[in-house]
């Protein structure tokens, strides 16, 4: 059983929403931190936004602030991310994940190579 599913991505105008779902199994959860990254081909993957131990703390990268809301859903074990006005640049494969002890870096500067269970990805493309 895969450790990280995510779905809702899609095809979208600039301007319109989308909710991103990812579904952790028993031992992805319950871990200290989880996210969402974005990569595009040639960059590397990025953090969009984490949060902390349920709630405690989240982070944001400077270009999704006040467009994008990440959630956790304890009780089902979900991982949401909230994406509104999307832009054109926000085209990417976006990919859940989750840390089991990262604690500070969580919600301060988070990086790809902290977090050790990662989903499949799933695609969202905006056009203008």
């Known amino acids: 059983e895969a450790p990280l599913v995510e779905s809702g991505g899609g095809s979208v105008q600039a301007g319109e929403s989308l909710r991103l779902t990812c579904v952790a199994s028993?031992?992805?959860?319950?871990?200290?931190?989880m996210g969402w990254f974005r990569q595009v081909p040639g960059k590397e993957r990025e953090a969009v936004a984490t949060?902390?131990?349920?709630?405690?703390?989240?982070y944001y990268a400077d270009s999704v602030k006040g467009r994008f809301t990440i959630s956790q859903d304890n009780a089902k074990k979900v991982l949401l991310l909230q994406m509104n006005s999307l832009e054109v640049e926000d085209t990417a494969m976006y990919y859940c994940?989750?840390?089991?002890?990262?604690?500070?870096?969580?919600?301060?500067?988070?990086?790809?190579?902290?977090?050790?269970?990662w989903g499949q990805g799933t695609q969202v493309t905006v056009s203008s």
């Open positions: 949060i902390f131990n349920g709630g405690v703390g989240t």
């Open positions: 028993g031992y992805a959860f319950g871990v200290a931190c």
């Open positions: 994940a989750a840390a089991r002890y990262l604690a500070l870096e969580c919600y301060s500067g988070p990086t790809a190579r902290s977090f050790g269970y």
